[in-house]
Structures are given as C-alpha cells and as structure tokens.
C-alpha cells in the first residue's frame, strides 16, 4: 500500500541505489540515457483512510441523488402529469446524460488533476439538483434536463473516485477499501427513497428533498478538496507515473487496449446486465410495491398528492440492509475464496446472478397472491445482487493498468449505461403502458402490466452470469499481461528507445548481481 513510510533513497530497478542525476550507476552506454526516476511517492496510513471515508460520504450522496426522485415518483407523476413512460424518461435522461460524459471526464482523470475534475462534477450535479427544485409544473422539460445535468455532474464521480481509491491502497486492503466503499450504492440508493419520502412527509412538498441534498453535496466539497490527496497513478503498485511509460498514450490507444483485454469486455457486458436489473428494479419497485398493496386491499389508491410513501420507506431500508450485507459478504467470500481459487471474483459474481434470478422471478410472481413472501424474496434477491459491486471493481484494477483506469471506469460505466439502466425504467414503462392499453381501466391490471413488464429482468441477470463465467476464462491471463514489465504502455510494446533502455538496466544489474 502507498500509505506507508517512503524508504531511505529512491532505488533503481531490482532495488540497485541511484547515482547522481538519478541514474544507475550501471547505467551503460545505451544510445538513449535512462530517465530520472522519481521518488517514491508516499501517504502516511491515517492519511489514506480519511480520504478513503471523503470519498464514501460522497459517493453516498452521489447515489442518493441517483434514486431521490424514485422515492417521490408519484408525486412527480402528479405534479407534472407524467405517465409510467414518461416517468421512466426521467432516469432515461439522467443516465443518457451520464453515460455521454463518462468518457470525457475518464479523459480527464487519466491525463489531468483528478480532484480538480471531482470539485468541478461535485459543484455542477448539487447545482442542478439545487435549481430543478424550483421548476413549475408546466415547464417539465426543464426538470427533465435539469436531470440530465445531475446526471453529466455524478459522470465525474462514479469514473474518477474508484481510481484514486486503487491508487491509495493494494491488494486484501484494496479489497475491504472498495468493499466499503460499494457498500454505498446500495446504502445511498436506499437512503435516496427515505430522504426523499421523510422530508415530503415533514414538509408536505416533495421539492424539499432536492433543497436539503446541495447542504450536503458543500459540506462533501470542502472535505474533498482539503483532505483528499490527487496521489500518482500506480503509486499503489510502487510504479509511479514514471515507471509506467514516459510517455502518455493517446485516447484511442487506450481503448484499443481495453478492446483486446477479454476480461474487462466480459466484466463490462455483465455490469451491464446487473445495471439493467438495478436500473428497472430501483426505479419501479417502490409504485410495485405501492400497487401491490393497493390490489390486497392494505391501500387505498393515490388521486392526489401527497401519496402515501411507506413502500418507498420500506424499500429503501430493504435496500440499505441488504446492501450492506451483501457487498461485505461479496467482497468478503472473493477474498476468502482467492486463496485456494484464482478466479475467485468472476465465479463468486457468476454465482450470486444465477441465485438472484429465481428471486427476484419469485418475488414478481407471488406479489399478487402473498405480499409478505414477496418481500422475503425481493430482500434475498438485492442481496444477492449486491454482493457483486465491490467484487467487479476489483476484477478491474486488476486487470488494467494503471494509467488506463480512468478511461476503463468510464467505458464501462458508459457501456453499461447504454445497455443497461439508460434504458431498463423506460423500456420498463414503456411495455407496462403498453399492457394497460389493451387491457381494462382497474387497479389490477395496473398491477398486472406492470409486474409483467418486470419479468425481463430475470432473464437479463441469467445473461449476466453468463458473462461473468467467460471473464474466469480470460481473468489469470489478463492479470499476467498486467503485471509484465512494458504493460504501462496500452499497446504492451514500447514507445521509445528509453523502455528499451529501461530493460537493459534490469538486465545489466541482474547480471552484475550474479557475478558478485
């Protein structure tokens, strides 16, 4: 970990001590000299782990924002006069927005200050957030783009935070640190139904939530920017920037890499099942919930605002208990795991999508009949589901290099976005409306469209184990390649004489090792 005490004296290759200039003394006669080698970078231990809490707080907040508008749906819908497509549009637009910037601010954490780009997205989403609270009902395309700026603004976040958080730590503290750190999605999801249905049910106005969030979001911003460090990409790894390759490969090199690298394509596709499912379910679940309950005569149905928020309020502690457990026992089993399996990580995600899918199917099916057996179901299936956050993001330190995970956190983040809960609450709304077209004008079969709209969603989480099985395939390779000297170019080959040079000095002070 590079939170530790910086040693006596920079070292040159095999630990061999550097000469004036910092060169090797048995530097050779190489046409290129060897560049300096900076010293190695170093964070005391308390250090890491409060920037490691900063960056948790915010990434709550970041996923909180994400669902607060899910948790009031029914008093948007009434405020706005929105149908289930329409609604659905609304986290369309969010993560359409994000998905576009996700590639432009993984640019900038790669070759720019990374904290910098973090205050910037930080400033732009609680702004957005701040000023759609005051949007008037006929003006409702403004609260959908205001959304989708939320969106561009939490881009910066979800590409940047995991980088520098591989950065401060390696190996089984990495490991716990994203552990902890994923906890959140499910933590901030959950909490974004509660926030937003206890301030409606204080105030009497849902727009209260979209006011109190920015307090938060500036008081994230200034922990941020004094307590959190921008450290070298690698430093984790003791590579540094300098040990990586001098020279700083072009976007499109980047990607090329990561379109060869089989374990991060496969890992990608099956983030983007697990996003579709999170997406719909996150998005829709609390007016299932609502309607379900409606249907068993426990609820009475909402004419007028402000409907009634307890399904929201039960969903969310689901969420935000069964997330906490399951990222700890994800992140915890892959660890536990590693040690007698090396492919650990893509079997455990295989495993726990393959158990969600009979949940979650059951869950659906027996909402009309057993509320309670439903809920039982629903609880085992975001669980399961969680057990998977930590766990990818793992599976892609690993296999990335150092100076391309920005740009890897966003690809994947923008793929799975496209494929995934980009579209999953639209397409969900879509063919619930669609049904109900067809059908006659009453509760159930309200009910009824839109459970069977959900059903998909068993089917994609069945894929996604799939993809996560092929990653097992290609996983110990790909770490290899990682780890080999020359990789911290994207292309694996080297830009310039002076890898070659760097090469000849491992080899020389080898040899002179061996002669003495």
Same mark, same amino acid.
């Not at 309950?293 to 039960?314: A, K």
């Not at 027996?366 to 039982?376: C, E, G, H, K, Q």
């Given at each position: 970990m590079s939170a530790e005490s910086s040693d006596p004296a920079p070292e040159g290759p095999q630990g061999s001590p550097l000469g004036s200039g910092g060169h090797s003394e048995n530097s050779g006669s190489g046409q290129c000299p060897p560049p300096p080698m900076a010293a190695p970078w170093s964070l005391p231990r308390w250090r890491a782990y409060v920037a490691a809490a900063v960056l948790c707080y915010t990434n709550l907040l970041n996923y909180m924002n994400w669902f607060i508008i899910a948790g009031v749906l029914l008093d948007v819908q009434k405020f706005f006069q929105i149908s289930d497509s329409h609604a659905g549009l609304l986290q369309t637009v969010f993560i359409g927005c994000l998905l576009l910037s996700a590639p432009v601010f993984g640019y900038l954490g790669d070759r720019h200050s990374r904290k910098a780009t973090l205050s910037f997205g930080i400033l732009l989403w609680s702004g957005a957030g701040l000023s759609s609270s005051f949007i008037s009902p006929q003006y409702s395309w403004l609260f959908f783009l205001s959304r989708g700026v939320v969106g561009t603004g939490t881009a910066s976040y979800s590409t940047i935070a995991p980088t520098i958080l591989g950065d401060l730590f390696v190996k089984d503290q990495r490991t716990r640190v994203l552990a902890i750190f994923y906890i959140f999605i499910p933590v901030g999801s959950g909490l974004g139904y509660v926030l937003g249905s206890a301030v409606k049910e204080l105030t009497g106005n849902w727009r209260w939530a979209l006011r109190i969030m920015p307090c938060l979001e500036a008081v994230a911003l200034v922990l941020l920017i004094v307590l959190v460090p921008d450290p070298p990409r690698g430093a984790s790894e003791k590579q540094g920037e300098s040990a990586v390759g001098g020279l700083r490969s072009s976007w499109s090199e980047d990607v090329r890499y990561l379109g060869r690298n089989r374990s991060f394509v496969w890992s990608t596709l099956g983030v983007t099942a697990l996003a579709f499912v999170t997406g719909a379910l996150g998005f829709w679940a609390p007016?299932?919930?609502?309607?379900?309950?409606?249907?068993?005569?426990?609820?009475?149905?909402?004419?007028?605002?402000?409907?009634?928020?307890?399904?929201?309020?039960?969903?969310?502690a689901l969420t935000v208990v069964t997330g906490i457990i399951g990222v700890i026992l994800g992140a915890e089993a892959s660890?536990?795991?590693?040690?007698?399996?090396?492919?650990?990580?893509?079997?455990?995600?295989?495993?726990? !999508? /393959? *158990?969600?899918?009979?949940? %979650?199917? =059951?869950?659906?099916? @027996?909402?009309?009949?057993? !509320? /309670? *057996?439903?809920?039982?179901? %629903?609880? =085992?299936?975001?669980? @399961?589901?969680?057990c998977n956050w930590a766990v990818v993001a793992d599976i892609l330190l690993s296999v990335v290099v150092p100076r391309c995970r920005g740009t890897a956190e966003a690809l994947q983040i923008t793929v799975g976005h496209i494929l995934g809960d980009a579209g999953s609450p639209y397409l969900t709304g879509l063919i619930s409306s669609a049904l109900r077209a067809r059908r006659p004008d009453s509760y159930l079969q309200r009910f009824l469209s839109l459970q069977q709209s959900f059903l998909c969603c068993a089917f994609a989480i069945v894929l996604g184990a799939g993809c996560f099985l092929m990653v097992a395939l290609h996983l110990e390779r790909d770490q290899a390649q990682t780890r080999q000297p020359g990789t911290g170019t994207p292309d694996g080959k080297d830009v310039d004489c002076k890898d070659g040079e760097r090469q000849s000095l491992l080899s020389g002070t080898r040899a002179s090792t061996e002669n003495a």
């Open positions: 007016k299932f919930l609502f309607e379900a309950r409606v249907v068993h005569g426990l609820q009475l149905p909402c004419f007028r605002q402000p409907c009634n928020s307890e399904d929201s309020l039960i969903f969310g660890r536990r795991y590693k040690k007698v399996n090396s492919r650990a990580e893509p079997l455990v995600c295989a495993s726990s !999508l /393959l *158990a969600a899918a009979p949940c %979650l199917y =059951l869950a659906l099916i @027996l909402a009309p009949t057993t !509320l /309670l *057996a439903s809920y039982v179901f %629903l609880a =085992l299936g975001e669980l @399961l589901l969680s």
